[in-house]
Nanobody, 124 residues
Framework: VQLVESGGGLVQPGGSLRLSCTVFGVSFDYYAIGWFRQAPGKVREGVSCISSGDGSRYYEDSVKGRFTISKDSAKITVYLQMNSLKPEDTGVYLC??????????????????WGQGTQVTVSS
């Protein structure tokens, strides 16, 4: 199993980025995909996730209305569109794959697969 993130970078406050997570070795039919972020000196937190099956979406409160998660099964890729970025959105963004029949969670699980992460820096 391999998860490969891309799309990070440096952006000014108010700007946008789209992150991609390409997932090899697991099926979107059985695995929920999530995005977490790790900021310096802070606990890793769940940002958004999308379930297997019906593709239900969940968001951490601070990103609701600004971030949108989606998936393209044909491209085995999950996207995180991030708009109206703020300096507090800065961090390493990592995607995860969790085997889960229904729904998804913003809490990391012991059996989750993780990517290496992509750096997002929001600064003027």
């Amino acid at each position: 199993v391999q998860l490969v993130e891309s799309g990070g970078g440096l952006v000014q406050p108010g700007g946008s980025l789209r992150l991609s997570c390409t997932v090899f070795g697991v099926s979107f039919d059985y695995y929920a995909i999530g995005w977490f972020r790790q900021a310096p000196g802070k606990v890793r937190e769940g940002v958004s996730c999308i379930s297997s099956g019906d593709g239900s979406r969940y968001y951490e409160d601070s990103v609701k209305g600004r971030f949108t998660i989606s998936k393209d099964s044909a491209k085995i890729t999950v996207y995180l569109q991030m708009n109206s970025l703020k300096p507090e959105d800065t961090g390493v963004y990592l995607c995860t794959a969790e085997r889960r029949p229904l729904g998804c969670t913003l809490v990391a699980g012991a059996d989750d697969y993780w990517g290496q992460g992509t750096q997002v820096t929001v600064s003027s």
